[in-house]
Nanobody, 115 residues
Framework: QVQLVESGGGLVQAGGSLRLSCAASGIIVSMSVMGWYRQAPGKQRELVAVIAPGGSTNYVDSVKGRFTISRDNAKNTVYLQMNSLKPEDTAVYVC?????????WGQGTQVTVSS
């Protein structure tokens, strides 16, 4: 059974930093496309960052230079380091894993950035 468990969300002031973690079980993250999505109230879910099995990464324009997605294969965990946070980054952040076995989602973690 595949499980994704996110952690690291919280309340932070604008300009601050948070690191989100997505720990996977039942599947190997290094063999999967891993992504972080976010959804703010009244808005559509948005792909924020993605990391491919080979290590290449991609980001939505609004977070380029501020967010970094990374992977620790030994811990089977993917991270999203978020720096210089802005109030518009406020959303529920959800981890996604895409593999030949299927597409899986975590439960989400709330990130709130106060101005």
């Amino acid at each position: 059974q595949v499980q994704l468990v996110e952690s690291g969300g919280g309340l932070v002031q604008a300009g601050g930093s948070l690191r989100l973690s997505c720990a996977a079980s039942g599947i190997i993250v290094s063999m999967s496309v891993m992504g972080w999505y976010r959804q703010a109230p009244g808005k559509q879910r948005e792909l924020v960052a993605v990391i491919a099995p080979g290590g290449s990464t991609n980001y939505v324009d609004s977070v380029k230079g501020r967010f970094t997605i990374s992977r620790d294969n030994a811990k089977n965990t993917v991270y999203l380091q978020m720096n210089s946070l802005k109030p518009e980054d406020t959303a529920v952040y959800v981890c996604n894993l895409n593999h030949a076995r299927g597409n899986y989602w975590g439960q989400g973690t709330q990130v709130t950035v106060s101005s």
